[in-house]
């Protein structure tokens, strides 16, 4: 199963760390899926839509909501280490930078 993953926004909240889309195969696209970190486990936690347009959402196995987590944290860890930091220019919020060192930290780099 093929899963693509476009990050709609970062940050739109204080606990939300990033919205996606998300197709599935190219034939089922969910919308407002959502990517927070677990604060105990300090792990990344998916949550998928209850509903599109008033209809029930299919319910996914746990390969594929896997696959949907890494997807989306793939997106979101490259976007957040793309930024650049050193434009004086740039008014990036602190959370980003928050955020990328969080990343380098976990990553060990």
Known sequence: MSVIVDIIDTFPTHDILAVGRVKLDSIHTMNDVILKIDDDAEMYIVNLPQKIDGLSVVEVNDEVN???????????????????????????PYIYKM???????????
């Open 66 to 92: 896997q696959k949907i987590l890494d997807a989306l944290v793939f997106k979101y860890e490259r976007f957040i280490m793309s930024i650049d930091f050193t434009d004086i220019s740039s008014r990036i």
């Open 99 to 109: 955020e990328k060192e969080r990343i380098m930290n976990n990553k060990g780099l």
